[in-house]
């Protein structure tokens, strides 16, 4: 493999490890190069970011080398951290919040029942967002996993308690329970 696509790979490579990084060793290992080639080619980057004022560098701590941005940024990234940014919901996936917000604990099933269309999208969406949790398993056939609210739920939507959700309109609830009775009384 020439230098470029070392390069282009190196880079890649301490991209995807993160904050954990790579050693020299594991970094030979994965290109199938000698040591003494992964220092030329972290030299080169490092002059790479140096050389063209780029918003990247290379910091080695120990034996491990992490891609990071440069120190004399970081104001920059304070301030964007200090931004808020938009975390729109979509209407999917509001409808089901609202739904586990006010029947929780409750199944992916009796969510779909509720707004009667598939749900796995939204629910998806809600955990990777962390404002849902799974709260254990139902005690019926099949054993589904019950969702519930978490903290996270509460910080976004400035709540301190669940008991802070505004109340359902009554006509939602009368409306409920008329639909409970006629299913009832149909069985």
């Known amino acids: 493999m020439e230098l470029k696509s070392l390069k282009a790979v190196t880079e890649g490579l301490l991209f995807a490890s993160g904050e954990e990084g790579l050693s020299k060793k594991q970094l030979s290992n994965v290109l199938q190069v000698d040591e003494a080639t992964v220092q030329l080619v972290i030299d080169e980057l490092k002059y790479d970011y140096d050389d063209e004022q780029r918003g990247l560098t290379i910091m080695q701590s120990a034996d491990y080398f992490h891609l990071t941005t440069k120190p004399e940024h970081a104001s920059y990234f ?55 949790q799974e709260a254990g398993r139902k005690e019926t056939s099949g054993r589904p996993i019950l969702f519930a ?39």
């Open 78 to 132: 304070e301030r964007l951290v200090q931004t808020p940014t938009s975390s729109r919901l979509s209407q999917a996936a509001l409808e089901t919040l609202a739904i586990i917000a006010y029947k929780q604990p409750i199944t992916r099933t009796e969510i779909e029942e509720i707004r009667g269309v598939n749900s796995d999208g939204p629910v998806n969406t809600l955990l990777s967002r962390t404002l849902i």
């Open 149 to 187: 609210t978490t903290k996270q739920f509460l910080t976004f939507f400035g709540l301190t308690s669940l008991e802070e959700l505004p109340p359902l309109p009554e006509e939602l609830i009368e409306d409920n329970i008329e639909e409970e009775v006629d299913l009832f009384f149909s069985k």
